[in-house]
Nanobody, 118 residues
Framework: QVQLVESGGGLVQPGGSLRLSCAAS????????MGWYRQAAGKQRELVAR???????NYKDAVKGRFTISRDNAKNTMYLQMNSLKPEDTAVYYC????????????WGQGTQVTVSS
């Protein structure tokens, strides 16, 4: 079983940046897919970005060019660098793991709140 713990959320002004971290309880080197979902109040959870074991990435159109997903297998940690944040990025962000690219999540983190507001 893998435990995931997110950190790095908070309150930021529009145009600002945050870096989210997702620390795993064990080695992530064999985990095929890791990624981030987000859920805004009153809305469905949506996929933001995912990364494969060898570095293949995929992003939601709305965050392309602003967000960067990465993983450090040596530190058992995945990151989401978020730049040029907008109020519509406000949500709870969840990290997850999956066995294959289009599979449902095997494990979830507890979530971290990101609020973009002036």
């Amino acid at each position: 079983q893998v435990q995931l713990v997110e950190s790095g959320g908070g309150l930021v002004q529009p145009g600002g940046s945050l870096r989210l971290s997702c620390a795993a309880s064990g080695s992530i080197s064999s985990i095929n897919v890791m990624g981030w979902y987000r859920q805004a109040a009153g809305k469905q959870r949506e996929l933001v970005a995912r990364i494969g074991r060898i570095g293949t990435t995929n992003y939601k159109d709305a965050v392309k060019g602003r967000f960067t997903i990465s993983r450090d297998n040596a530190k058992n940690t995945m990151y989401l660098q978020m730049n040029s944040l907008k109020p519509e990025d406000t949500a709870v962000y969840y990290c997850y793991t999956a066995s294959r690219w289009f599979d449902s999540a095997d494990y979830w983190g507890q979530g971290t709140q990101v609020t973009v507001s002036s």
